[in-house]
């Protein structure tokens, strides 16, 4: 019933040929270059039948741009695609998936006013003029049940889960009989439970015959699930292992160049009074369903503490009615003890607060403005440059953003760029040099490294940690749990809007803390409200 | 040999000034094959019709720029064009899309009317009387831009429509008093009103070529100048325009600077209209404007919102409505025309930036390989 | 006319003679913006569509001519304007700005020498039986050919965008262009087909003033109906049931004022002119805030070009 695609020439040598030695997919030199990137540079890489291959590099190694060139998304400049052992020219998705070839990329590409079984047969030739519902809808029931991915084949997509979306994404390819997957970041947004799932079901469908590319920058799941690794760095491949063959260790040294693992000493935590007081606060999402329920936290001058969750459980709305961005439906914020008026962007800038957003093109900066701009943009309220509001000082802010190009090192050809054009990094850099400069009382931190590469993101924590140093107190909405154990003094784990509980940073605590992220309750009371 | 079309970085600054005026040209060009086509249908042959084309052209580009009196109506028309853009481009900074500048400007000659026919009537001091006229005019433009104001900013209602759906209830309101209670008894039935006082004529020079209007046009374009540039105004408002969620992030009310745009942007239109009462036509009549909010929303563009480019491309479509107006009188070329000139350029302009974007690359294959 | 009851029942026929070209024009924006495309160039369509049909009709004397020929003046000025917004991905807003003053103009050039002409026009038909039925008869069943066309044009629409793969496409390509295009649907070609389309039925719209609401031609003749389109279409959040209701409202403004002037009433002819303008911001109005509250779905790509690359 389900397609299979071209494979039964494999099927039929079976006995002849090791089947794992055949190489399924194949990529060879493949070079991309974008205006003033080259993404990729003479990159090969082979995929073999039933195999789990990992694509491993940091962020902005290449990986997503190979991938996407392989399912059609992008044109390679140059190198060639086989498929099965025949040179393919792959020209688009569509393409792709007639080959076999699916991707499930971080971004859905789901429809989410339509319901699960619209969004699997979107497109398909096999559609009639007049869609016949309930054939479609059984059809995917019955693919979910047997791979461990449920679905309801009659949900309005808008009303699922992240981890439910993705299993459509899945399915999706199932459906259409692709068997070769390329699963992008996948654990992103999964809880380690949901995570283990997906896995179960990839280990079905490899010891099946399909064959999957699972690009991850996380060492220690590519160590649990891949068969082979191949590693990717600045847009090069620097190796190809097999996972019996090397370790964590080995993985970081071809995954950056060099022995990064060591474990940096916090400085002592020199902790005083509380700066940033939240008290009961609860929040309405964007639906009008409340994502912050009746929330405490308190964070010290001096303190980071790391708020540990999966995406979607009120990180975004926390952070955003902290700052002022969003109302409070009840609650408070205070600052040094002053009441902050929910809703007020301004006199939480002037009481020393800033906010990090994680997503730093849609609210931190001004894409088509200048790197000056951007600096400069809560200027009215900062005053980092004296400056008339009838006579603006454009010469000493101009001197000032040099200043900080280089004592930041933002890489960008002049003050004047627009900073669409600047790279995740440099981006990030603006953002905390504009923050940073205004000797912020408090900071939230929401993902400050999402998207960027170890050289970036070591920056950032660098820069948190002067911070803390100087006696900031820092919120930090941790995007990886090893962000966590690296900056903070005290772990919460937020679950639906509440926090179900404390824990030192520790990785012993990891189980704990994996539980409370899908929803237990802490059990222990030791560690309640810890500090 | 490949030739690639890429997309470029950065668009080079010579195109900022290259495109507007390599779009003038365009349009004039492909109107002018328009104009061809029109004449074929009008006197059969196409030898006849391209010579009427390039006689109307010469027509049409000489007389306004070079005749003496060409040239004071061309100033004359390029005042409310250049008040009109002036205000336009206050508000498309923002990128608050203000389609209602023929409203403002309707608005703005009614207020006026009303205080120098009734209200201020009394007043004997030219420069009082002109200085409470434009105070009129302003606050008239400035209320009819503050309804899709407040509706935008409370209601998030998109101001394109309802701006332009305020135009024609304006021009029905000034049709309403001036074949009305506003009509004037003297007038033999013309649709008009009573003509202004004395006090309410603005000076001119020149043997009456120009009117003082011409200068205020002036010196509101570099007020506007110094405020884009160097006024906590003109930075905050690039970072509402660019991205509003930044601008609320950085603690500016968006809400604030977008009534206010709207606010003063209607402001200035309706100013532009007063201007033009007192300084041209003296009365108030149906259809005094043909067009000028329209016309303004093209010079803006092509001006780039630049004030001081505004001032010359108002000068330059000043020019053009003047030549129009000979087509239609000595060609029997309807108004339209010019409508057909405006959407051109538009277009011209449009598409000369999104050539820009692109750039063609050579890529030299065969020498690579054969290192 | 002291009758009330036929002072109501002339005025609804009315009514639905005044609301059809708008209705024409929502349809075809309807199936522009549902695939993410905005066209604010409805005014200028129209009036192509006007000149166009009543210079076909003039020189043909056939009324079929006269639509067709006014659908592909519609379907010209939507191909420039999917040109522009599609392939070169220009701000959709100053493109149908564009659209709508080269429209003018061009109808306006194109028709100096047909002012105060007659050309064969549509007259009302009425259907066997069904015009006899008392009231709804002659309000609905007594009208000319176009407005029955409109009759089916709504459900047939309703059918194939809601239940037809045709229909799901369209709405993929307009609420996720991205999942669309994973799925290898051209974004691209969807948008330009929806656009050319449906400035093609707004045209029908325009021809309709021309060849049977006014039967001649004047310059500028659809004052601000376009506008007014674009404003119904949110009012009927892109459903053709919806936008039925809509047009016919706004007839029944349009109706009401004229019929309140011929009668003779004290109110001013201008202010009962402004009355469908008036409207429209009270509509919108309305609209905005009841999106606020419900968020409604607009088309999610609707204004916003389609770039592969672009995608993160």
Redesign the interface.
């Known amino acids: 019933m389900i397609s299979r695609g071209a494979t039964w020439p494999l099927d039929f040598f079976s006995g002849v040929i090791s089947l794992e030695d055949f190489p399924v997919l194949e990529m060879k030199n493949i070079t991309k270059a974008f205006?003033?990137v080259v993404a990729n540079e003479d990159v090969s890489i082979e995929l073999r039948k039933g195999e789990v291959l990992a694509l491993l590099g940091e962020n902005g190694a290449g990986k997503t741009t190979l991938m996407n060139i392989l399912f059609g998304?992008?044109h390679a400049d140059k190198g060639e695609v086989s498929v099965n052992g025949k040179k393919t020219a792959i020209t688009?998705?569509?393409?792709a998936?007639k080959h076999g070839i699916g991707m499930v990329?971080?971004?859905?590409?789901?429809?989410?006013?339509?319901t699960v079984a619209?969004?699997v047969v979107?497109?398909?030739k096999e559609?009639?003029?007049?869609?016949k519902t309930k054939t479609v809808e059984s059809k995917i029931k019955k693919l979910g049940d047997a791979y461990g991915l449920p679905v309801h084949p009659r949900a309005r997509v808008w009303t699922l889960s992240v981890g439910e979306r993705q299993r459509i994404e899945i399915l999706k390819l199932l459906y259409t009989g692709a068997n070769i997957l390329i699963l992008d970041e996948p654990t992103a947004v999964l809880t380690p439970q949901e995570s283990e799932v997906l896995f179960k079901a990839l280990r079905k469908l490899v010891s099946e015959g399909s064959s999957v590319i699972f690009i991850s920058h996380k060492l220690d799941e590519v160590m649990e699930i891949s068969d082979r690794i191949t590693v990717l760095r600045n847009g090069k491949v620097v190796g190809t292992i097999s996972k019996t063959e090397t370790d964590r260790r080995g993985l970081v040294k071809l995954m950056v160049g060099r022995d990064l693992l060591v474990d940096t000493v916090k400085p002592e935590a020199q902790i005083g009074r509380p700066v940033l007081t939240v008290e009961d606060l609860s929040v309405k999402n964007?639906?009008?369903l409340l994502a912050v329920n009746n929330l405490s936290l308190e964070v010290r001058a001096g303190e980071i503490l790391g708020i540990a969750g999966v995406a979607g459980n009120g990180q975004r709305e926390l952070a955003e009615s902290i700052?002022g961005?969003r109302k409070s439906l009840s609650g408070s914020v205070r600052l040094d003890g002053k009441l902050m008026r929910s809703g007020n962007?301004?006199s939480?800038?002037r009481s020393g607060l800033t906010?990090i957003?994680q997503d730093r093109k849609?609210?931190?900066?001004?894409?088509?403005?200048s790197v000056m701009?951007n600096i400069?943009?809560?200027?009215?309220?900062t005053r980092l440059v004296k400056?008339s509001?009838?006579?603006?000082d454009?010469k000493a802010m101009s001197a000032r953003t040099e200043e900080m190009i280089k004592s930041f090192s933002i890489s960008t050809p002049s003050s004047r760029t627009?900073v669409r054009?600047l790279s995740g990094g440099n981006l990030q850099k603006v953002v905390l040099a504009r923050e940073l400069a205004m000797n912020p009382k408090a900071i939230i931190a929401e993902h400050p490294t999402r998207g960027l590469d170890i050289g970036a993101m070591e920056f950032v924590y660098r820069s948190l940690l002067e911070q803390k140093s100087k006696g900031t107190a820092i919120l930090l909405l941790a995007g990886e749990l090893y962000e966590i154990f690296r900056l903070c003094d005290r772990v919460a784990v937020i679950f639906e809007g509440q926090i179900m509980g404390y824990t030192p940073p520790d990785p012993a605590f990891i189980e704990e803390i994996g539980l409370m992220m899908a929803g237990s309750m802490q059990e222990d009371s030791v560690h309640e409200n810890q500090g | 040999m490949k030739i690639r079309v890429?997309?470029?970085?950065?668009i080079p600054k010579y195109a900022g000034i290259l495109v507007p005026v390599i779009s003038v040209f365009a349009a004039l060009l492909i109107m002018g094959v328009i104009l061809l086509i029109f004449f074929i249908g009008r006197h059969g042959t196409l030898a006849a019709a391209f010579g009427k084309t390039v006689e109307a052209y010469q027509e049409m580009l000489s007389w306004p720029f070079t005749n003496r009196y060409g040239l004071a109506s061309t100033f004359m028309r390029m005042v409310p064009l250049a008040f009109v853009a002036l205000g336009l481009s206050f508000a498309y900074k923002m990128k608050i899309w203000n389609i209602g500048g023929e409203g403002q400007l309707y608005m703005g000659a009614m207020a006026s009317t009303w205080g120098a026919i009734f209200l201020f009537k009394d007043i004997t001091s030219p420069f009082l009387m002109i200085l409470l006229l434009s105070i009129c005019g302003a606050i008239a433009g400035a209320l009819w831009a503050l309804i899709p104001a407040l509706m935008k900013a409370y209601a998030k209602t998109d101001e394109i429509v309802v701006t332009l759906m305020l135009n024609y209830v304006a021009i029905f309101w000034v049709d309403y008093l001036v074949y009305g209670p506003w009509k004037d008894p003297r007038g033999y039935g013309f649709p008009g009103t009573a003509p202004f006082p004395e006090q309410a004529k603005l000076p001119t020079f020149f043997d009456g070529e120009f009117h003082l209007g011409i200068f205020t046009a002036i010196t509101l374009a570099l007020i506007l100048f110094y405020v884009y540039?160097?006024?906590?105004?003109?930075?905050?408002s690039?970072?509402v325009g660019?991205?509003a969620?930044?601008a609320?992030?950085?603690?500016?009310s968006v809400r604030n600077y977008t009534i206010i745009a709207l606010v003063v942007s209607g402001a200035i239109a309706g100013l532009g209209g007063a201007t033009q009462m007192m300084g041209v036509q003296h009365r108030l009549q149906h259809g005094f404007s043909p067009g000028y909010g329209y016309t303004a929303i093209i010079v803006a563009w092509l001006g780039k919102l630049n004030p001081l480019a505004i001032v010359l491309v108002s000068f330059l479509f000043g020019g053009l409505l003047v030549g129009n107006d000979q087509l239609q009188m000595f060609y029997k070329l309807p108004m339209a025309l010019i409508s057909v000139f405006q959407g051109l350029v538009l277009f011209c302009l449009l598409g000369g930036e999104a050539l820009f974007k692109y750039r063609l690359r050579i890529d030299r294959e065969e020498l690579l390989d054969n290192e | 006319m002291n009758d009330l009851p036929s002072f109501i029942i002339s005025t609804l026929q009315a009514t639905v003679r005044a609301g059809t070209p708008l209705l024409f024009a929502v349809l075809g924006t309807i199936l522009t913006e549902r695939s993410g495309v905005m066209n604010l160039g409805l005014e200028g369509i129209m009036l192509i569509g006007a000149i166009g049909g009543f210079v076909a009709s003039y020189n043909t004397s056939s009324l079929l001519a006269a639509v067709l020929v006014a659908m592909l003046g519609g379907a010209i000025l939507g191909l420039v304007h999917a040109f522009f917004t599609v392939t070169l991905k220009i701000n959709q807003i100053v493109s149908g700005l564009a659209i709508t003053m080269l429209g003018a103009g061009i109808s306006g050039l194109w028709g100096r020498d047909y002012i105060g002409v007659i050309a064969k026009r549509f007259t009302p038909v009425r259907l066997p039986f069904l015009s006899e039925l008392p009231y709804a008869g002659q309000i609905f069943f007594s009208h000319d050919f176009l407005v029955y066309v409109s009759y089916l044009v709504v459900p047939a629409m309703w059918f194939v965008i809601y239940?037809?793969?045709?229909g799901?496409?369209l709405?993929?390509v307009g609420?996720?262009p991205?999942?669309?295009?994973?799925?290898?649907?051209n974004v691209f070609a969807i948008r330009y087909v929806y656009t050319v389309i449906g400035a093609s039925v707004t045209a029908i719209g325009g021809a309709y003033l021309s060849l049977a609401y006014n039967s001649m031609w004047i310059e500028n003749m659809t004052a601000g109906r376009g506008w007014i389109a674009i404003a119904l279409v949110l009012f009927a959040t892109w459903d053709p049931l919806k936008a039925l209701l809509g047009a016919y409202l706004f007839g029944g403004i349009t109706a009401l004022g004229l019929r309140l002037q011929a009668i003779g009433t004290h109110i001013s002819p201008d202010f009962l002119k402004m009355l469908p303008y008036l409207l429209t911001i009270v509509v919108l109005f309305f609209t905005s805030t009841d999106n606020l509250k419900r968020?409604v779905?607009a088309p999610?790509s609707l204004g916003t070009p389609y770039s592969?690359?672009d995608?993160?």
């Not at chain 1, 559609?127 to 869609?131: C, D, E, L, N, W």
């Not at chain 1, 400069?376 to 309220?381: E, T």
Request: proline content about 4%.
């Open positions: 205006p003033g998304i992008y688009s998705p569509n393409n998936l990329q971080q971004h859905f590409t789901l429809v989410p006013s339509f619209e969004n979107l497109g398909l559609t009639g003029f007049v869609i964007d639906k009008g700052y961005l962007v301004t939480r800038i906010y957003p849609t609210i931190a900066t001004c894409p088509n403005l701009n400069f943009m809560k200027n009215s309220i400056s509001s009838f006579n603006l454009n627009a054009y | 890429e997309k470029r970085l950065e540039k160097k006024t906590s105004w003109g930075f905050n690039r970072i660019d991205n969620s930044a609320r992030y950085s603690g500016i | 239940k037809t793969k045709f799901m496409t709405r993929a609420e996720s991205d999942a669309a295009d994973a799925r290898g649907i968020k779905g999610a592969r690359e995608r993160t």
